[in-house]
């Protein structure tokens, strides 16, 4: 295993940036945002990360296809903009050569990331009233359908996985913390995830293992067992207690919250995961910090606190 | 199943007030605290009780049993006064004739419940540094040892489990959302606590499904078919989103989050739980409204939004 820096732990680093900072601290490999590529422009950013010799560990990311549990016209056209916003982020993983494009798969319906619920015309239930009513959105509502929202997951894997294939892109899915289940992903166990994966060839689909999100699981040890070589991208940041009022930067420094590292890294190594190691933290101290001081103390509290003694 | 009043839902009610409020709203039982029994008096509250014809549905809360993770003499002194506390606990539940003892089982040990890490001699990582050392707590520090501390659950509760049951009491494994895993409890799903309690005979130990916890899991409706007669409890309040920055009061009235009711409580109702379903709300508004305008908001919410349709 290598350590990778996710760009998003130096936000402020552009991609021309970060892969001088990855070559100028010694580390062979990073994960790119598309964001960041975009504004690169894909061609240099193919070329930059070639140059430097380093391999992109992750692209960030594709899903939010959770939308089409909107209804009617609604619904079908957000799932059918999903679908194409996915497409081009595999396109371009494929020109990058990432290692996997990570699926953040999207919330409750109708929800926005980060943002209140709407109060649609339904109220501030924002469903029908009663029991009958729970695939009744009204225009501007959300829906509260979290089965139905995990089909639409399946439904939009089983458009996506094959045209990911073709263009030898592994789709990782990222189960999160279920303090983001209402509005970023409705994946929220590694369990669930790998389920999910199964359907699917292993060279189209697997699983991404986020010490933040996956931490607390009590079948944590079992399910990395069961994933195997399902495992695409192995990320690690700390947990902080408490969460700050905007959970979204809830992660920290390795060695600065409550995840116990080792015995997480020792399974992923146990399952065969041979890839590389990324860093991936959202923390508004972090990103006012000197870019290459977070990558420093990065690199000691990798060897310090993630790995297992003696690896 | 009949509603019940928990409380802590009316926050600023003590148990006379509590019991009034229920007969005046015409509610058949009430869940209460033990602080709020200890200033009434255990033998005040149970001839209140009593003599209003009430259920008691569940005594919160017993548990807090972590602390025993932490090193030498600390660990054992603190595990010796968990068990001593609990079993108060449990006294007071037989003579109230409680339906349960709900047990919150605790965080890391050292960590204290909604309070910053402790950063000890360890440093801010609370753990001596490296792989080997997450069983070597200092002094004032915390311990990174999840499955220790699940562990020393299991051990306190092969201690209490027998002392409840021939006192008539059952415990009730509540599973608390996973971002109380830290501070509150590392009993995370309802899949643990039920594989937790299969350890004592039925009449001794059983499981809460609250619905805040509860909601986001994708085993949820396979664990609580499992559960079956071992639920003792069935608690209701909606999700919040985003959670306020003092997570414990992301409680809120049913209809105002992100839970779809119906199909948990057809799934209750199911797995043959004929017990009282109680309304535990941690909310800074609702507390601060009158609490007769929140008990009558509460018995229209229960109607419209938790029962299924033709319940």
């Known amino acids: 295993?290598?350590?990778?820096?996710?760009?998003r732990t130096t936000q402020r680093w552009t991609v021309a940036e970060a892969v001088d900072g990855c070559v100028r601290h010694g580390l062979e490999a990073v994960g790119l945002w598309r964001e960041n590529v975009a504004e690169q422009g894909l061609a240099e950013s193919?070329?930059?990360?070639r140059a430097a010799g380093l391999r992109v560990s992750s692209l960030c990311r594709g899903g939010f296809m959770t939308a089409g549990g909107l209804p009617g016209d609604e619904g079908r056209r957000a799932f059918a903009r999903a679908l194409d916003d996915n497409r081009r982020a595999i396109d371009e993983a494929a020109e990058l050569g990432a290692a996997c494009l990570v699926m953040v798969v999207g919330g409750l319906p109708g929800v926005t990331p980060g943002e209140p619920l709407p109060a649609g015309p339904a109220g501030a239930r924002g469903v029908a009233?009663?029991?009958?009513g729970y695939g009744g959105v009204a225009?501007?509502?959300?829906?509260?359908?979290?089965?139905g929202a995990r089909e639409r997951v399946a439904e939009a894997l089983a458009e996506l996985a094959p045209y990911a294939g073709e263009r030898g892109v592994k789709l990782a899915l990222e189960p999160l913390h279920p303090v983001y289940c209402?509005?970023?992903a409705v994946l929220s166990t590694l369990g669930q995830a790998l389920d999910l994966s199964l359907a699917?060839?292993?060279k189209q689909v697997g699983v991404v293992v986020d010490t933040f999100h996956v931490w607390w699981d009590p079948r944590l040890f079992e399910d990395i067992a069961r994933a195997g070589r399902r495992i695409v991208s192995y990320q690690v940041c700390d947990y902080l207690h408490p969460l700050p009022a905007d959970v979204l930067l809830g992660r920290g420094m390795m060695g600065d919250g409550v995840i116990g590292f080792p015995p997480i890294t020792r399974a992923v190594l146990a399952a065969g995961y041979t890839g590389d190691v990324e860093v991936e933290i959202f923390n508004a101290d972090i990103w006012a910090a000197d870019p290459d001081e977070v990558v420093a103390t990065m690199k000691a509290r990798?060897?310090?606190v993630v790995l297992p003694a003696g690896a």
């Open 139 to 147: 225009a501007g509502g959300f829906s509260r359908d979290l089965a």
């Open 182 to 184: 209402p509005d970023r």
């Open 129 to 132: 009233a009663g029991g009958g």
């Open 302 to 304: 990798y060897e310090d």
């Open 1 to 7: 295993m290598s350590l990778s820096l996710n760009q």
């Open 46 to 49: 193919v070329k930059l990360v």
């Open 200 to 202: 699917h060839p292993e």
